[in-house]
């Protein structure tokens, strides 16, 4: 069975997340041309090595960021957006839910 750290539930089974792709920054749409658009939807590197992706943890509808290998397919850490993107979030839960 393969184990996901999650940042906010601790180790989890890898069924329970859905991996959302690549952290990438879009243009600004107000600035960029339609190919430029395009190419932020559409194009991706599909590097070899370790890759910075959204992860989705579906019980608790909570998204988070994890870098893994895509050569050997490991999680090398896995993290909340505001490391990258400085915004204080508070993890979403549903109601009644620890």
Sequence with gaps: MKIMPCPVNGPRNIAEFVCGGEVIVPPDPDACDDAAWAEHLFMRTN????????????????????????????????????????????????????
């Design 47 to 98: 590097a070899a090595g370790v890759v910075r992706e959204w992860w989705y943890h579906v019980p608790t509808s909570f998204w988070f960021i994890a870098e893994r290998n895509t050569v050997t397919d490991d999680i090398v850490r896995t993290y909340l957006p505001d490391e990258i993107f400085g915004t204080e979030r508070t993890p979403h839960r549903e109601p009644g839910r620890a």
